[in-house]
């Protein structure tokens, strides 16, 4: 079974911390995803990878970055964090020979900033 | 840009009705349409459509795809509490593999 694990199911931190999120898969997998989820919004796609090293930008990756520096690992990162950062936050990874997209999720980080 | 559109966004039933929910897109070379279901966790994965016409079955539920109207349908029937869920649409397309685009999300409330 394709196992994703987040560092924490909830997090709260304080307006202008540094805010780092992880995210491990262990299937190796080529890709992954970074998103966050709001009531009526679905899922938005903050940053993917498809590579080490490599990264590109999503829908909405204003305040935020993001490293993956080891294949099985991939970091989002709030520079700043601001109220309007609280949200759910979902990693996903999928094999980049499936080219029809299935992705698989981790449980997810609750980051609510005071 | 690419869309995903679902309907209705909230539904709100008793066991053992019958539910339809709706997806409709607009994707830049479009490949997959993928249904999951979100409960308080990670989303898991549901059905993957690329033909249009051929219905996906598992179980009580049912999906299609018609890629000339550009929309998906997820059919539960002989709903059960456990059935409440948010159920997620998302399209796979576009210049970049893997990549995903969602919709809103439809939140199923099963009451006994």
């Known amino acids: 079974d394709v196992k994703v694990t987040q560092s924490s199911r909830y997090l709260v931190k304080r307006t202008g911390e540094k805010v780092f999120l992880e995210c491990v898969q262990d299937m190796d997998h080529e890709n992954m995803f970074w998103y966050r989820q709001d009531p009526g919004l679905g899922l938005r796609l903050i940053y993917f990878s498809y590579d080490v090293k490599m990264k590109e930008k999503g829908d909405i990756p204003e305040g935020y970055s993001v490293s993956r520096e080891k294949k099985e690992r991939f970091s989002l990162i709030l520079e700043s964090a601001s109220t309007n950062q609280t949200s759910m936050y979902l990693c996903?990874?999928?094999?980049?020979?499936?080219?029809?997209?299935?992705?698989?999720f981790g449980p997810g980080t609750r980051l609510t900033v005071l | 840009e690419d869309k995903v559109v679902q309907s209705p966004l909230s539904l709100v039933v008793h066991e053992g009705d019958t539910v339809t929910l709706n997806c409709s897109y607009e994707?830049?070379?479009?490949?997959?349409l993928l249904w999951y279901k979100q409960e308080k966790k990670a989303p898991t994965f549901l059905f993957m459509l690329?033909?249009?016409?051929i219905e996906k079955k598992s179980g009580r539920l049912s999906s299609i795809l018609d890629k000339k109207e550009l929309f998906s349908i997820l059919n539960i029937t002989a709903t059960q509490t456990g059935d409440s869920a948010i159920y997620l649409c998302?399209?796979?397309?576009?210049?970049?593999?893997?990549?995903?685009?969602f919709g809103q999300g439809t939140i199923l409330t099963v009451h006994p």
């Open positions: 998302a399209v796979g397309g576009g210049t970049s593999y893997g990549k995903l685009t």
């Open positions: 690329t033909s249009s016409g």
């Open positions: 996903a990874s999928s094999p980049i020979y499936r080219s029809y997209n299935e992705q698989f």
């Open positions: 994707v830049t070379n479009f490949r997959s």
